[in-house]
């Protein structure tokens, strides 16, 4: 239906896109996913020229988008859009924004524009609102109305801007039902969202979009249960981290707990586990203390909000070996508070690097 | 990390305050010498105050009751917080030095140890 290939789009020196090449097939719905700022609300526009291309090609049902000979206004008529700020006209009541596009478009009557719009409000549930106004609507309703004009157009296809991202959690339920309806439906759907379950629910492919291309992209079940790539399991996870490297034995240990600290504060962890990864951190840390300066050492602390676990690793150079175990230590104190503070611990070794990874007792 | 003294029914009260940790312990540890070199052999270590220790800190404390064995002096260790008593338990301190729940309670068994 669409196909997109090394799409490129820069706003000045910043590229949002940086070359993207996907298709989305008829009856498919696609969900794109990945952290703000990435290019999904400009990819999305840029397949209906809401915004300009800077290089690539879009192909929408074989007509190519770029092309000057193309009757663009057709072929976006094939395509319908919905928005995050709905884009109702405020100045016309729900039956005429439905009606509207098809007699000026599409040339429908009044009669047949309105008995459609009518159906359109009941598939959506709000035939009552029919003669209302949108400033008389929640934030639900309109983007309920939002979808009923799209669909009054007979779209082939519908692109959805995070639909729910502007409504109050309460009413983004009853939006993503009707979407959820139109999927049922066979309605051919690209969606950016940032509602997770949904995107799992409903889709039959999730594109993961980061840093202008797109990182990964498969079937809900690889993307959300099984990533391949670092960035996307980081995503879909909500893994929060804060990283920081140790080359010196006089690191300075209070600016590192008072970045750890903020780093707690920031996931709302309580204040027992705050403590304890503290100790955990100064504990683990003895453990290096000898070899710092002669090897490097990363250690990243990882909050993995599904799963409410924090991780703690830490990466070294230098000679093979479980630190842990080689260290020289005076006595066994803190191995003992390590071992007490945490759940499970792994070694491996990892190319040249030594690495230990610990989940904290919670 | 604050270190105050004060003599109190014979013993030297010693108020630890803040953290005992990797950064503060090699002065805790000067301190706790000096005191012990000056001749104070009943010490009671108040902890009402100190938020934090870690495996480093208990070596001091242990230090300094190595010292004062060395001169047939004691300590006793009182008023642990929540966070310095669960390190406590976790390292089976509590079988290693005397713990109690109050200063009083602390000169009171070093004066039981006469």
């Known amino acids: ?362 | 990390m604050i270190f105050t003294t004060r003599v109190e029914d014979g013993s030297c009260v010693v108020s630890l305050g803040g953290r005992l940790d990797t950064v503060t312990s090699p002065a805790c540890e000067e301190k706790f010498r000096d005191l012990v070199s000056a001749g104070h052999l009943a010490v009671v270590i108040d902890l009402a105050t100190l938020d934090y220790i870690s495996s480093i800190g208990l070596r001091v404390l242990l230090q300094v009751a190595r010292q004062l064995k060395e001169r047939n002096g004691k300590v006793c260790l009182a008023n642990a917080t929540h966070n310095v008593m669960s390190v406590f338990e976790m390292t089976n301190f509590t079988r290693i030095l005397l713990i109690k729940s109050s200063v009083d309670e602390a000169l009171e068994s070093m004066r039981e140890k006469e």
């Open chain 1, 1 to 362: 239906m669409i196909t997109i290939k090394h799409l490129r789009k820069h706003y000045g020196d910043l590229a949002v896109l940086k070359d993207i090449t996907t298709e989305i097939r008829k009856g498919e719905v696609v969900s794109i996913i990945g952290p703000s700022g990435t290019g999904k609300s400009t990819l999305l526009r840029c397949l209906n020229l809401l915004e300009m291309p800077d290089g690539g090609s879009i192909e929408v049902g074989g007509a190519d988008l770029l092309d000057r000979k193309t009757n663009v206004p057709k072929v976006r008529q094939r395509m319908g859009m919905v928005f995050q700020s709905f884009n109702l006209f405020n100045h016309l009541s729900v039956l005429e924004n439905l009606t509207l596009g098809p007699r000026k478009l599409k040339g429908m009557s009044r009669a047949g524009a309105e008995a459609k719009a009518l159906d359109l409000l009941r598939l959506v549930g709000l035939a009552e609102k029919v003669h209302s106004y949108p400033e008389e609507l929640s934030g639900g309703q309109k983007q309920r109305v939002a979808i009923a004009r799209c669909l009054a157009m007979e779209p082939e296809i519908i692109l959805f801007d995070e639909p729910t991202s502007a409504l109050d959690p309460t009413m983004v339920h009853e939006v993503l039902s009707v979407i959820r309806r139109l999927a049922r439906n066979g309605m051919t759907m690209a969606i950016v969202t940032h509602e997770m379950d949904f995107a799992r629910d409903v889709s039959n492919r999730v594109v993961y979009m980061d840093e202008g291309v797109i990182y990964e992209e498969g079937s809900p079940e690889q993307i959300f249960d099984h990533p391949q790539k670092e960035r996307t399991r980081a995503f879909v996870n909500r893994i929060r981290s804060y990283t920081c490297r140790i080359a010196s034995p006089d690191f300075d240990l209070y600016d590192m707990n008072a970045n750890i600290e903020a780093f707690c504060e920031k996931q709302i962890l309580p204040r027992a586990t705050r403590d304890n990864l503290l100790l955990l951190v100064e504990e683990l840390l003895q453990f290096f203390r000898q070899q710092l300066g002669s090897i490097v050492l990363d250690m990243t602390i990882s909050y993995v909000e599904k799963l409410d676990t924090i991780e703690v690793i830490l990466e070294s150079t230098g000679e093979p070996g479980n630190p842990l175990e080689s260290a020289q230590q005076e006595d066994d104190l803190g191995l003992t508070i390590v071992n007490s503070l945490i759940q499970d611990q792994k070694y491996s070794r990892d190319g040249d690097r030594n690495r230990l990874e610990f989940h904290l007792k919670r």
